[in-house]
């Protein structure tokens, strides 16, 4: 089994920066792909950005291409999302994601293990 805690959301202005980091714990081995995910009150969960666990190419949803960075610590098992030059529209909860199969998706169906999420609030 695996275990992911999301943290460091918040109220943000917009243009500012938020930085998110996702703890993984237990059976890490099995996954492959870790992403984050957001939603917003009202609307689907979207794709936001994915990564090869073990290294690798990175992708982005087009709407956080060049504004968000999605990275890891592979020693301390984390993951994070460095947002920069943020918009009231990037209000969501934002969740941690893994699956255990070495193929990047964006459906949100196909991945096997969630954290809880953390609420990124972005004022005008």
């Known amino acids: 089994q695996v275990q992911l805690v999301e943290s460091g959301g918040g109220l943000v202005q917009a243009g500012g920066s938020l930085r998110l980091a996702c703890a993984t714990s237990?059976?890490?081995?099995?996954?492959?792909?870790m992403a984050w995910f957001r939603q917003a009150p009202g609307k689907e969960r979207e794709f936001v950005a994915a990564?090869?666990?073990?290294?690798?190419?990175?992708y982005y949803a087009d709407f956080v291409k060049g504004r968000f960075t999605i990275s890891r610590d592979n020693a301390k098992n984390t993951m994070y999302l460095q947002m920069n030059s943020l918009k009231p529209e990037d209000t969501a909860v934002y969740y941690c994601?893994?699956?255990?199969?070495?193929?990047?998706?964006?459906?949100?169906?196909?991945?096997?293990?969630w954290g809880q999420g953390t609420q990124v609030t972005v004022s005008s």
């Open positions: 994601a893994a699956r255990g199969i070495r193929v990047v998706v964006t459906d949100a169906r196909n991945y096997n293990y």
């Open positions: 237990g059976r890490t081995s099995s996954m492959y792909v």
């Open positions: 990564d090869l666990w073990s290294g690798g190419s990175t």
